[in-house]
């Protein structure tokens, strides 16, 4: 059982929009930034969106973030066939058990 | 750029101890306001941080793995190391180090690497 809670799926056709929520409490999201990250098959995870709604160079601009209260929101604009991945968001959780926490993932399948 | 490269053992026993080693290349782990992170994926399934460390030695651990975890650091030789002792099938993973940043985010990670527990 993961600390974020996140959509095990969601799918979209090429050139489409998809968003995927990940949505935790006052202690993780609602206190620190979030970030997401996407793991190609048989890969390590690769950093998309940090500190809510910032791209590290190199990721592409359909690629966006966002956060309103204890959720957070990863768009993907313009689907392509390489977005097919798992995509995870991550945060600091500051309660008694602190430390990083994770989402269960979410399978992205462009149709 | 900065470059991770985990190293170890891929089969340990059970109730024996796991060690990982991390390499850091590309920049020193002395540089910068940054945490060098342990996170591990069973097949199939999500990440679980396991805890980081910073420069100094200073360390956070995850507490439902914390009686087990060692995380330390070698900045003369550019490196970070786990140990994480009594071993069960629930420790089989793919290990990854990654260097994390002030606002809880990870990058770059490493390559990961496939710890499996079996007698």
């Known amino acids: 059982q993961s600390v974020l809670t996140q959509p095990p799926s969601v799918s979209a056709a090429p050139g489409q929009k998809v968003t995927i929520s990940c949505s935790g409490s006052?202690?993780?999201?609602?206190?620190?930034?979030v970030s997401w990250y996407q793991q190609l098959p048989g890969t390590a995870p690769k950093l998309l969106i940090y500190d809510n709604n910032k791209r590290p160079s190199g990721i592409p601009d359909r690629f966006s973030g966002s956060k309103s209260g204890t959720s957070a929101t990863l768009g993907i604009t313009g689907l392509q066939s390489g977005d097919e991945a798992d995509y995870y968001c991550?945060?600091?959780?500051?309660?008694?058990?602190?430390?990083?926490?994770f989402g269960g993932g979410t399978k992205l399948t462009v149709l | 750029q900065v470059q991770l490269q985990e190293s170890g053992p891929g089969l340990v026993k059970p109730s024996q101890t796991l060690s990982l080693t991390c390499t850091v290349s590309?920049?020193?782990?002395?540089?910068?306001?940054?945490?060098w992170s342990w996170i591990r994926q069973p097949a199939g399934k999500g990440l679980e941080w396991i805890g980081r460390i910073y420069a100094s030695g200073s360390t956070n651990y995850n507490p439902s793995l914390k009686s087990r975890i060692t995380i330390s650091v070698d900045t003369s030789k550019n490196q970070i190391s786990l140990i994480l002792s009594s071993v069960t099938d629930a420790d089989t993973a793919v290990y990854y180090c990654?260097?994390?940043?002030?606002?809880?985010?990870?990058?770059?990670w490493g390559q990961g690497t496939l710890v499996t527990v079996s007698s």
């Open positions: 991550g945060t600091w959780d500051s309660s008694l058990s602190a430390g990083g926490v």
């Open positions: 006052s202690s993780n999201i609602g206190i620190n930034y």
């Open positions: 990654a260097r994390a940043g002030g606002g809880y985010w990870f990058d770059p």
């Open positions: 590309g920049g020193s782990i002395s540089g910068g306001s940054y945490y």
